[in-house]
């Protein structure tokens, strides 16, 4: 099979499919553009048959002008990617399954793995840039947050938490706050129990149980 890309040229009214898109299997998932390098690239997926059943990688395509696409070479050890996210100054860091963090410099023609991605193994399913703080956040399965600066490089901000949920969208406001979304999250409230001490009369008595919500 092959992936389509549509585009359109008057705000999304109308849409036609592109002219020129490398022939791979598998799906597109996320697409941004740059606009300091004027380049768009789009991540996902390419399935290739290995002989005994179909491998799912990674798969990159970059274009100047969203009609004519090219296929960009993928940083050994690459998994399937799900998002991707500029600061449109170049730089760009794309996240995927297994714990796939690459980084691009130069608008998306050229990748490298981040050390970052050997030290988990959840789904990074989403990634978001704020330019208030000039730093990228990335959410994944069971809570895993990871952080990347260019200067710093990425670190695992949350560490994973089994069962915890996963967060499979991101978004940040104009003033840097960032807010999550997904399934299975869950909460620990607070159980204040009061009314526990009585003189026991031989007649029932009464207690109290108070939750608090987490915030």
């Known amino acids: ?22 022939a791979l299997g598998g799906r597109l998932n996320a697409v941004c553009y740059d606009a300091g390098t004027g380049r768009w690239t789009a991540v996902g997926t390419d399935l290739t048959f290995n002989g005994t059943l179909l491998a799912e990688g990674a798969r990159i395509l970059t274009s100047t002008d969203g009609n004519t696409w090219t296929a960009v070479t993928i940083p050994s050890g690459a998994a399937a990617l799900n998002d991707v996210a500029t600061d449109g100054a170049g730089n760009l860091v794309a996240v995927g399954d297994v714990g796939t963090v690459i980084t691009s410099s130069d608008g998306g023609l050229t990748w490298s793995l981040s050390p970052v991605s050997e030290d988990i193994s959840e789904n990074l399913n989403a990634i978001v840039y704020s330019s208030t703080s000039g730093s990228w956040t990335a959410g994944g399965d069971d809570l895993v947050q990871i952080g990347y600066t260019v200067g710093g490089g990425a670190t695992v901000s949350q560490p994973p938490i089994p069962g915890g949920g996963d967060i499979t969208a991101i978004i940040v406001d104009g003033s840097g706050q960032i807010s999550v979304s997904g399934g299975g999250f869950s909460s620990v409230a607070t159980v204040t129990l009061g009314n526990l001490s009585a003189t026991y009369d031989g007649s029932p008595k009464s207690a ?4 608090s919500n987490p915030s």
Do not use: Y
């Open 208 to 211: 109290s149980a108070t939750t």
């Open 1 to 22: 099979g092959n992936v389509a890309i549509e585009r359109s040229t008057d705000g999304g009214a109308n849409w036609v499919a592109a002219a020129s898109v490398p």
